[in-house]
């Protein structure tokens, strides 16, 4: 099974500010991978996949890069709203894995 | 619109079973495979089980197969999980989430929460 890293495991920003996420995987997953965010108490939602596609609805503040092992997920300037849990998923090899979240907080 | 809607979950003791569902709307359901995901309390995101559209395939974590059974009745546009043998650590938020075609989540139900406990 690939196992998925996210670093840091937690990140302090401060609004408006740009954040940048980052997500490695064992063994290269090509450009199969996702991110989602997840807000407290609520289930997460797809913000990325094909490692840089935006999904329906998600505003452009929100950036994909990588592929193989090395992924990033960049927010631009961040608004009140996106301090959540993000988690990246690769696809390319069964199982699906998870990586372990980056918690986004208010600095 | 798309919608995902979970239930079925309680609080069950060591050894005992619970089936969960997920109606689904807003969307030709056959046409998708569904997935399970799991949220043990302050843990991060778990990948239970899948089912192709037409429930001709199935795949299981290790951590459930041969206790999970993943199922689906097209007809009824509702994805089930029926669990067996479960154990305190199957204490989660279990989601349902629809495939759009690969093999990544594009939408989610709320959750339902299962408590294995004595």
């Known amino acids: 099974e690939i196992v998925m890293t996210q670093s840091p495991a937690t990140l302090s920003v401060s609004p408006g500010e740009r954040a940048t996420l980052s997500c490695r995987a064992s063994q290269s997953v090509s450009s199969n991978l996702a991110w989602y965010q997840q807000k407290r108490g609520q289930a997460p939602r797809l913000l990325i996949h094909?490692?840089?596609t935006r999904a329906t609805g998600i505003p452009a503040r929100f950036s994909g890069s990588g592929s193989g092992t090395e992924f990033t997920l960049t927010i631009s300037s961040l608004q009140s709203g996106d301090f959540a849990v993000y988690y990246c998923q690769q696809y390319n090899n069964w199982p699906p894995t998870f990586g372990g979240g980056t918690k986004v907080e208010i600095k | 619109q798309v919608q995902l809607v979970e239930s079925g979950g309680g609080v069950v003791q060591p050894g005992g079973s619970l089936r969960l569902s997920c109606a689904a709307s807003?969307?030709?359901?056959?046409?998708?495979?569904m997935h399970w995901v799991r949220q043990a309390p302050g843990k991060g995101l778990e990948w239970v089980a899948f089912?192709?559209?037409?429930?001709?395939?199935?795949y299981y974590a290790d951590s459930v197969k041969g206790r999970f059974t993943i199922s689906r009745d097209n007809s009824k546009n509702t994805l089930y999980l029926q669990m067996n043998s479960l154990r305190s650590e199957d204490t989660a938020v279990y989601y349902c989430?629809?495939?759009?075609?690969?093999?990544?989540?594009?939408?989610w139900g709320k959750g339902t929460t299962v408590t294995v406990s004595s």
């Open positions: 989430a629809k495939e759009p075609g690969v093999y990544y989540m594009d939408v």
């Open positions: 094909g490692a840089s």
């Open positions: 089912i192709q559209n037409d429930g001709s395939n199935k």
């Open positions: 807003g969307f030709s359901f056959s046409s998708y495979g």
